[in-house]
């Protein structure tokens, strides 16, 4: 028995015991500049309002449907693929929680990279996986090739890399990607590409499934399109893959207003081409601003930046809070402790949050 109080329960596996876990400070978000979760800033396109909103109150009372939605994921990718190809999952956390149920053991290992996308650790930890996390090297967060390939020599069970990684921005070459799967057939190569379509580089051009069935694509609706509170991502890959890997979800786990708003958002790829460009130039014109006054930045691929505040980040942190902008401090992660992480919107925006840094740490700006 467990004990919780001086109450007695029964204790759960031992494993989920022992877990911390994943926690992010997600209330009281509404009506502030976001630049904490490196979301879509503005919300999705209007044809997705529309869409919600046409929907009929008795389809609230009827299970989803999903007749269509790896079709339409599927025109939408660089290269033709089949539907059974695609996995669609309650977010790409359930997807990446799904590869972690159906293929990581007790006593296997995931190998992945430090620091990078909080999620992957727990999941881990809950199969009672060992974890191999190889930090970014150098000033540049540079992605540790070498040290991944000896790595890979040790047959893990599972890599993931988030590319461009959350949050240094770390960029990997598609094809050391493949080289990197195609060297380790016993291990299944897991990409996050949540942020390639703001800076980044997809694997899904050059991918041949059948040649390299042990790699897998994460991708999701949530960050581009704005799609962040109907939850829906999609893993891509062989298809006996995304199979099992589909196996270990819950058969109705995507609700029917993200398949009706998936649809929509999936039918206007114009509108999240123009606010990926919108969030290109504020990125450009944030970099620009930060350089020419001689703040220690990073920026690198993906829809966010890295900035060491010249005060202490916790309070730096909460001065913006005050002001009405949330930014996501790194305290305690490795290499980047010190850090505040600064997602990017749009230029007036940026343009706000830097009025504000400014004021606050008393720079000099034109
Ligand atoms: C690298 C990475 N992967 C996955 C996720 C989760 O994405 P979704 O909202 O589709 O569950 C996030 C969200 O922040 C992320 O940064």
């Given at each position: 028995?467990?004990?919780?109080?001086?109450?007695?329960?029964?204790?759960?596996?031992?494993?989920?015991?022992?877990?911390?876990?994943?926690?992010?400070?997600?209330?009281?978000?509404?009506?502030?500049?976001?630049?904490?979760?490196n979301?879509?800033?503005?919300?999705?396109?209007?044809?997705?309002?529309?869409?919600?909103?046409?929907?009929?109150a008795?389809?609230?009372?009827?299970?989803p449907?999903?007749?269509?939605?790896?079709?339409?994921?599927?025109?939408?990718?660089?290269?033709?693929?089949?539907?059974?190809?695609?996995?669609?999952?309650?977010?790409?956390?359930?997807?990446?929680?799904?590869v972690?149920?159906?293929?990581?053991?007790?006593?296997?290992?995931?190998?992945?990279?430090?620091p990078?996308?909080?999620?992957?650790?727990?999941?881990?930890?809950?199969?009672?996986?060992?974890?191999?996390?190889?930090?970014?090297?150098?000033?540049?967060?540079?992605?540790?090739?070498?040290a991944?390939?000896?790595?890979?020599?040790?047959?893990?069970?599972?890599?993931?890399i988030?590319?461009?990684?959350?949050?240094?921005?770390?960029?990997?070459?598609?094809?050391?990607?493949?080289?990197?799967?195609?060297?380790?057939?016993?291990?299944?190569?897991?990409?996050?590409?949540?942020?390639?379509a703001?800076?980044?580089?997809?694997?899904?051009?050059?991918?041949?499934?059948?040649?390299?069935?042990?790699?897998?694509?994460l991708?999701?609706?949530?960050?581009?399109?704005?799609?962040?509170?109907?939850?829906?991502?999609f893993?891509?890959?062989?298809?006996?893959?995304?199979?099992?890997?589909?196996?270990?979800?819950?058969?109705?786990?995507?609700?029917?207003?993200?398949?009706?708003?998936?649809?929509?958002?999936?039918?206007?790829?114009a509108?999240?081409?123009?606010?990926?460009a919108?969030?290109?130039?504020?990125?450009?014109?944030?970099a620009?601003?930060?350089?020419?006054?001689g703040?220690?930045?990073?920026?690198?691929?993906?829809?966010?930046?890295?900035?060491?505040?010249r005060?202490?980040?916790a309070?730096?942190?909460?001065?913006?809070?005050?002001?009405?902008?949330?930014v996501?401090?790194?305290?305690?992660?490795?290499?980047?402790?010190?850090?505040?992480?600064?997602?990017?919107?749009?230029q007036?925006?940026?343009?706000r949050?830097?009025?504000?840094?400014?004021?606050?740490?008393?720079?000099?700006?034109?």
């Open positions: 028995m467990g004990s919780s109080g001086g109450q007695a329960f029964p204790p759960a596996r031992p494993e989920v015991e022992g877990l911390q876990a994943y926690s992010a400070p997600l209330e009281g978000r509404r009506g502030l500049l976001r630049l904490d979760f979301e879509n800033t503005v919300g999705p396109s209007p044809r997705v309002v529309e869409a919600l909103r046409a929907i009929p008795d389809h609230i009372a009827i299970y449907e999903y007749d269509g939605l790896r079709e339409a994921v599927v025109a939408q990718l660089p290269r033709p693929l089949q539907p059974e190809q695609v996995g669609v999952f309650n977010g790409v956390d359930a997807a990446i929680h799904a972690f149920h159906a293929y990581g053991d007790r006593g296997e290992t995931l190998l992945t990279t430090s990078t996308f909080g999620y992957y650790t727990p999941c881990a930890q809950m199969q009672g996986m060992a974890i191999e996390a190889i930090p970014y090297e150098g000033e540049a967060f540079a992605f540790p090739l070498e991944i390939r000896a790595a890979l020599a040790r047959r893990p069970r599972l890599l993931l988030c590319n461009p990684n959350n949050p240094t921005g770390t960029r990997l070459a598609p094809p050391l990607v493949l080289e990197l799967a195609a060297s380790a057939p016993d291990t299944l190569v897991v990409v996050d590409e949540l942020y390639e703001f800076t980044g580089d997809s694997v899904l051009p050059l991918a041949d499934f059948e040649a390299t069935p042990n790699l897998v694509v991708r999701s609706l949530a960050k581009t399109a704005g799609l962040a509170g109907l939850r829906i991502g893993a891509i890959g062989h298809g006996a893959v995304v199979d099992r890997i589909s196996r270990v979800t819950g058969p109705y786990d995507i609700n029917s207003f993200a398949v009706t708003a998936a649809f929509a958002a999936l039918a206007d790829q509108y999240v081409d123009a606010y990926v919108e969030v290109l130039r504020a990125r450009d014109w944030i620009a601003q930060l350089q020419a006054a703040v220690r930045h990073h920026v690198a691929g993906g829809n966010y930046l890295l900035i060491w505040p005060g202490e980040a309070q730096v942190d909460a001065a913006l809070r005050a002001e009405g902008i949330l996501r401090a790194m305290a305690g992660k490795p290499l980047i402790d010190g850090s505040l992480r600064v997602s990017i919107g749009t007036e925006q940026m343009q949050f830097w009025r504000a840094y400014a004021r606050i740490e008393a720079l000099p700006v034109s």
